[in-house]
Structures are given as structure tokens and as C-alpha cells.
């Protein structure tokens, strides 16, 4: 379809996600594929400023075109949520520090960082091999417990996060906003985040005050960060508010569709002209 929109055979606009940057091709025939193929996208949006950046300087595609939405919660969903939640005399254990998501995470460095520290994590993710190898050597570690949760419900480990104390994203270097999802539930529910540091995140979270990024692969700079929330527990509370409010000005579900909304709608009005 988009390709008969390039060719002028398909007369409605076509608006996409692009995750990650637009880049040139190694050879000169894929190039001209590609760029003749993104004449048929009329929107693309990204969820940062870095990846419209970057996309830029392919050649292929012009800047009217690209985008920039605000990945976010549905802060009604999570505050009814908190409001309801179960609590630790019930029966529901309460977690100290939690990982949960599945693509592109770094369990090596996160693991040996908690392995060391001796701080209680609890890690949900998917039965992946890779994953699943990983954490089996870190199964006589009594500090971490695994769960391969497989086909678990969002609103499960929604409920789970909300349980917990701080969410750690610790993620290996892919050119896109890994954890992205994660981090925004995060704020959504007030509480202070350990990141691996993205570049092509949209936010600043040290400078907005949310939490602590480590670089990629950095095992002493987990430690170094899980430790000084477990030993301030008052700034890991101001963190945790700050992404709330964090949340509440740009990353919530309400901003996230008046944004597509309005460009939607400016683009079936122009195409209808």
C-alpha cells in the first residue's frame, strides 16, 4: 500500500510508527528503494526528538513530515490502581526493587549487580533462552527471584510494580527507546527508576529529577545506584514524585492522543483539499 502511495495509486494518507531512526543503506540500489518508499508515508511519528534527528540526516525523508509524540500512562488506570491495590497484611508480599519488560534487557549486568549488592530484586520477563540461562546461574542468590511469566497480563505486572519500591531498567544498546514503556509506568505510579542511559530517550530523567542512569554494561554504576535508593529512602520518595509529576505535564495518555489527534486530523483535512 505504500508503495502504490509513492506511485500516486493510493489516494489516502498513510501515517506510521517509526520506532527507530531512518537510516541510508549500505548500497546505492537500497537506497533508492527505501527512499522512494518512504515517499509514501505522509505522518511518522517518533517517540523522541534524537530519532527525528537522526532520521534527518538519511536523506530520505522531510522534517514536515516527521513527528513528535509523548509516549504515556493512562494515569486514571494506575491511580485506581493504587487506590484498590490489596495490601501487605493481605497476603501480598511487597517488593523492594522490581524489573519487568522483555526486549533487549541486560540480566548480565543487572544480575551481578544485585549478586553483589544483596538487595532483594524481583525480575519479570519472558521465558527466553538467553534470559532463562542467565538466571538459573543466579538461582542459589537468595536475594533474586525470577519469574518467567510467559503470557502474563499487563495489568498483572502493573500490579506487581505497584507493589514495589523502585523499577530498575537495566537494557543492553539498541538505537531506539528501550524500556521506554516500562519507565513511563514508572512515573505514572510515583516511583523512583534506576535506567540504563538512552540517549535517544525523549527525557532527561537526572535532570528532571526522576532517578539514576548508569551506562550501558556498567555493573559498578548498578550497585553504586541501587544502593543509594535502598539508603535514602526520602529521595528515592522526591524521585518518585517528580516522575509523577513528570508524567502528569507530558508522558500520560491524554497528552499522548491530543497530540496524535490534532495531526491526524490536519493531515485527512489537507489531503482532502
Known amino acids: 500500500v505504500i508503495f502504490l502511495r509513492a506511485l500516486g495509486l493510493y489516494r489516502k494518507p498513510i501515517a506510521i510508527w517509526h520506532h527507530q531512526a531512518v537510516v541510508r543503506n549500505p548500497g546505492r540500489l537500497c537506497n533508492l528503494i527505501s527512499r522512494f518508499y518512504y515517499r509514501g508515508i505522509d505522518r511518522m511519528f517518533f517517540f523522541s526528538r534524537t ?3 537522526d532520521s534527518l540526516q538519511s536523506g530520505k525523508v522531510s522534517a514536515d513530515r516527521l513527528h513528535l509524540i509523548h509516549w504515556g500512562a493512562d494515569l486514571d488506570f494506575y491511580d485506581h490502581l493504587k487506590q484498590h491495590l490489596p ?17 533487549n534487557r541486560d540480566f548480565a549486568t543487572l544480575l551481578k549487580a544485585f549478586a553483589e549488592t ?30 518467567l511469566t510467559g503470557g502474563i497480563i499487563p495489568h498483572q505486572l502493573a500490579v506487581e510494580v505497584c507493589r514495589s519500591k523502585a523499577v530498575v531498567i537495566c537494557c543492553l544498546d ?4 528501550v524500556g521506554l514503556t516500562t519507565l513511563v509506568e514508572a512515573f505514572a505510579l510515583g516511583l523512583p527508576v534506576v535506567c540504563s542511559r538512552n540517549p535517544k530517550f ?8 526522576a532517578g539514576i542512569c548508569v551506562d550501558y ?3 559498578e554504576g548498578w550497585k553504586q545506584a541501587v544502593n543509594y535508593l535502598h539508603t535514602h529512602p526520602e529521595e528515592a520518595r522526591r524521585m518518585g514524585a ?26 485527512v483535512k489537507t489531503s482532502r483539499k
Open 217 to 219: 554494561n556498567d555493573a
Open 87 to 103: 495490601s501487605a497484611g493481605n497476603g501480598q508480599q511487597e517488593k523492594a526493587f522490581i524489573s519487568t519488560g522483555k526486549e
Open 242 to 267: 517528580n516522575g509523577r509529576k513528570l508524567a502528569e505535564r507530558e508522558f500520560n495518555l491524554e497528552h499522548y492522543s491530543r497530540e496524535l489527534a490534532e495531526i491526524l486530523t490536519a493531515t
Open 118 to 147: 544483596g538487595l532483594p530484586i524481583d525480575i519479570f520477563t519472558t521465558p527466553d533462552r538467553d534470559y532463562e540461562h542467565l538466571l538459573k546461574q543466579y538461582a542459589p542468590y537468595a536475594n533474586i527471584r525470577a519469574h
Open 51 to 53: 530519532l527525528i534527528d
Open 202 to 209: 525523549e527525557m532527561d530523567i537526572e535532570k528532571e529529577g
Open 174 to 177: 539498541y538505537p531506539y527507546t
